[in-house]
């Protein structure tokens, strides 16, 4: 009788773990079939036209699609003014995730003994990502997401705090 019972027990035992295994497994491919990995391309040069779309963006932290084709956008992603030299910003990833364009920056900022350049600074890079999805978010290694300026407000913002009204 004590056989039967630790032969029951370890049944048991063995069906909760490859029930276990088996719905873990379920998760993680389905995980993977939700995030897809898309490639970008980071603007070095600016051509005169992006400058001007940048515009006055160009100061301000966020990010904003600057031009949009059928399966084509750029987008610009800012850090904000700086007081000095030696701050920096880079793509790390662009996924689609549930229908969500995810872009995954990393900043930099210089090392306290490091020389920098005393003029202010204004970080960012653009990048070039086909085929992403109308709902874009931007975040950083710290999980701080980036807000969208391409609204007309911030503009208005932006004009009036340089003009002082």
Same mark, same amino acid.
């Not at 630790?6 to 939700?34: P, Q």
């Not at 006055?56 to 610009?76: M, P, Q």
């Not at 911030?154 to 705090?161: G, H, L, R, T």
């Given at each position: 009788?004590?056989?039967?019972? !630790?032969?029951?027990?370890?049944? !048991?035992?063995?069906? %909760? +773990?490859? !029930?276990? $295994?088996?719905?873990?497994? @379920?998760?993680? =491919? ?26 006055? $963006? ?9 031009? =949009?084709?059928? *399966?084509? +956008?750029?987008?610009?992603?800012? #850090? ?12 790390? +990833?662009?996924?689609? $995730?549930?229908?969500? %364009? ?6 930099? =900022? ?6 920098? %350049? ?10 070039? #990502? ?9 975040? *950083?290694?710290?999980? @701080?997401?980036? @807000?969208?300026? *391409? ?9 009036? +705090?340089?003009?002082?009204?």
């Amino acid at each position: 009788m004590k056989k039967q019972w !630790l032969f029951l027990a370890l049944c !048991l035992v063995l069906f %909760t +773990s490859i !029930l276990v $295994v088996g719905y873990a497994k @379920e998760d993680i =491919s389905i995980a993977a079939k939700d995030e897809v990995e898309l490639e970008f391309e980071v603007i070095e040069k600016l051509p005169e036209d992006l400058k001007k779309a940048i515009g006055f $963006v160009g100061e301000l932290r966020g990010f904003g699609v600057i031009r =949009s084709t059928d *399966n084509e +956008s750029i987008i610009y992603i800012g #850090v904000g003014e700086k007081p000095t030299g030696g701050y920096g910003i880079e793509v790390e +990833s662009v996924k689609e $995730v549930d229908g969500l %364009t995810k872009i995954k920056v990393v900043e930099t =900022s210089p090392a306290a003994d490091q020389l920098v %350049t005393q003029a202010i600074t204004y970080p960012r890079v653009v990048i070039k #990502v086909k085929d992403i999805t109308d709902d874009i978010q931007v975040i *950083n290694e710290q999980g @701080e997401v980036f @807000e969208d300026i *391409n609204d007309e407000t911030k503009e208005a913002e932006y004009i009036d +705090s340089k003009t002082g009204k």
